[in-house]
């Protein structure tokens, strides 16, 4: 054991986190070494944006994460969204944009992100050792990693880029959590993130297949706790698509505290939906209701709601009791679904929850609980919107933690 060599610094997790940090260490002279535990590097920066990698976005500000907003400035004073274009572009990767700011690969494949940034890591002179997973990390100087094969490694500094629980499938695991609480960190219980929602309503499945474009709203009573506007995609389960995604981070933190309802507004641009309804009575009110909503709502979407809102199915709609009529226009722009829970583990893309960021150095990264050992990444009690924000965050606090290793 004595004749182990000492590295400057270990990183656990050959991510989008870790790989990052480990090239800027190497870079800056450091003996550095990356512990992976799964046969291969960067599987998720594989999968991600379904195999074209969303690797950053143009308008990525504090206001994508639920994170403190000081953390998200700091990173990103670090590593801006400037700085990440041309990073990336200077690995010899093209790029190029896309609607909304996100920006992916030219060749519209995520191994040519992955490949180009394997290359300067092993360019670079960081060491890589797959199939090595790290089970316990002994404190002191140095630091004594030992592996699930039975190896032992030293460092004077420890990087934990050990990504989250989501997507288990594809190297998510809770072993971050524990190395971190074993160094003495809280971890704020994970939750799925950027995922699709089970709905109580079974109902619901009449409508599989169908998108539309609506306003949500996620809320507890009448506290609002989230909201989103885009494409909606009903599934034989829920909900899901771009503008459900966008919202399940809040509503699958919130679920452990008490029930959360689902607003889905399909007529939000309207500025006076009433009289626009009123206005359609007045032309169609001789039809019943199917017929009446045929050009507004999908079919089948229609006929759900018919049921949902208690509308008899053969009168015509100018014969409507005026509760009927009022309960129809008011579940076109707030009709409520119950939320039974996220979806599993294995369809949620990122983990909301994690170390508890208020333990960390916002600058550098570094364990306040700990110091020589760094935490980056999706770890931490950080998660962003869909859009490339989450791989941006990755990318960042790992440059930043790399930044202050460099200097020792
Ligand atoms: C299907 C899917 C699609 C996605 N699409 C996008 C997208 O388009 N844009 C975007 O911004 N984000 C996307 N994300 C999220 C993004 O991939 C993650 O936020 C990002 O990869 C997190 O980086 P990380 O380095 O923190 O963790 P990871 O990339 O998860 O890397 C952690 C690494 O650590 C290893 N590890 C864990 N524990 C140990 C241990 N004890 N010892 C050794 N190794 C260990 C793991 O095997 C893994 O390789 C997507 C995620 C998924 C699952």
């Known amino acids: 054991m004595n004749n182990l060599p000492i590295y400057d610094v270990i990183i656990v997790g050959a991510g989008a986190s870790g790989l990052i940090c480990a090239l800027e260490c190497a870079r800056a002279g450091k003996k550095a070494l990356l512990l992976e535990k799964d046969a291969q590097p960067g599987r998720k920066i ?3 944006g379904n195999g074209r990698c969303n690797i950053t976005n143009r308008f990525v500000s504090p206001k994508h994460y639920h994170a403190p907003q000081k953390l998200i400035e700091q990173a990103l004073t670090v590593f801006p969204f400037e700085k990440c274009k041309n990073y990336f572009e200077a690995l010899g990767i093209a790029l190029r944009e896309e609607e909304n700011g996100r920006f992916f690969p030219a060749t519209g494949k995520s ?3 992955l490949e180009p940034l394997k ?8 060491e890589l050792l797959t199939g090595q997973e790290v089970t316990r990390i002994k404190k002191g100087k140095p630091f004594i990693l030992y592996t699930q094969k039975g ?3 030293k460092a004077n500094k420890v990087v934990l880029a050990c990504g989250s629980c989501a997507y288990p499938q594809l190297t998510g695991t809770q072993s971050g959590y524990q190395l971190a609480q074993n160094l003495g960190h809280s971890i704020i219980p994970p939750a799925a993130a950027l995922c699709a929602l089970n709905v109580q309503e079974k109902a619901i499945a009449r409508l599989q297949g169908i998108r539309a474009q609506a306003a949500l709203t996620a809320r507890r009573q009448n506290q609002a706790l989230a909201h989103s506007q885009g494409e909606i995609l009903f599934t034989n389960y829920g909900v899901s698509g771009p503008a459900v995604i966008n919202i399940s ?3 699958s933190r ?12 399909f007529f939000a641009g309207y500025a006076d939906f009433s009289a626009f309804m009123q206005r359609r009575k007045e032309t169609f009110g001789k039809r019943r209701a199917k017929d009446f909503f045929a050009g507004l709502l999908h079919e089948n979407i229609a006929n759900l709601l018919i049921d949902f809102a208690g509308i008899r199915k053969n009168i015509p709609v100018k014969d409507w009791t005026p509760g009927t009529w009022q309960n129809a226009v008011n579940t076109l722009q707030k009709w409520t679904f119950h939320i039974a829970s996220a979806r599993p583990w294995q369809e949620a893309m990122a983990a909301s929850g ?8 916002y600058n550098t990264f570094e364990s306040l609980k700990c110091p020589g050992v760094f935490i980056t990444g ?9 859009g490339g924000f989450n791989l941006h965050f990755a990318w960042s606090s790992g440059f930043a933690a790399a930044r202050k290793l460099s200097e020792v």
């Open 378 to 386: 999706e770890l931490l009690d950080v998660d962003g919107a869909s």
């Open 254 to 265: 919130n679920l452990p505290k008490g029930p959360v309802e689902l607003d889905i507004n």
């Open 249 to 251: 981070s809040e509503v």
């Open 46 to 48: 594989l999968a991600s």
């Open 119 to 126: 290359l300067a890591v092993s360019e670079a002179g960081a």
């Open 354 to 361: 994690g170390v508890n960021t208020s333990e960390i150095n």
């Open 111 to 113: 191994t040519a992100v």
């Open 151 to 153: 190896d032992l490694f």
